[in-house]
């Protein structure tokens, strides 16, 4: 297993594991506003003063099983996590937003010896409302 899918299922892990002591006090987990809940209240707490967290996993699965050369079998993923931070709660700064992005890619083509894994992080971006 490589290293960008191992870091991806530890994030998953981590983000599911964190509230997972108060998760029962919250309801069923489909009820709930995010898939990883609000880690015991301190999702909201955050939120609260300024900082927003989020994430996005697409996993894509390609098959070749009726012909060709060969049949085969090959996993794809990407994976995003996002971090806002509102400065007019923070430090206020009205009006301005900064966005990161954390992104991870791992997967592997139908042919043979072709695959791929990179991970990056986006620059900081910032958005100031004008009106």
Do not use: Y
């Not at 599911?16 to 015991?40: C, K, P």
């Not at 098959?63 to 050369?69: I, K, L």
């Not at 954390?102 to 592997?108: C, L, M, Q």
């Amino acid at each position: 297993m490589n290293a960008a899918r191992i870091a991806t299922f530890c994030v998953i892990a981590i983000a599911v594991t964190i509230g997972v002591s108060s998760a029962q006090d919250e309801g069923l987990w489909w009820d709930w506003s995010t898939i990883d809940g609000n880690w015991g209240g301190f999702r909201q707490t955050l939120t609260d003063r300024g900082l927003v967290f989020s994430g996005t996993t697409v996993v894509d699965l390609q098959g070749n099983v009726s012909g060709g050369e060969r049949r085969a079998f090959a996993p794809a993923d990407a994976s995003l996590v996002a971090a806002d931070a509102d400065l007019q709660k923070l430090a206020g700064l009205n009006g301005l937003l900064l966005h990161s992005e954390f992104i991870a890619n791992a997967g592997e083509d139908l042919l043979p010896r072709a695959s791929a894994t990179f991970c990056r992080l986006r620059p900081l971006s910032r958005s100031r409302d004008i009106i």
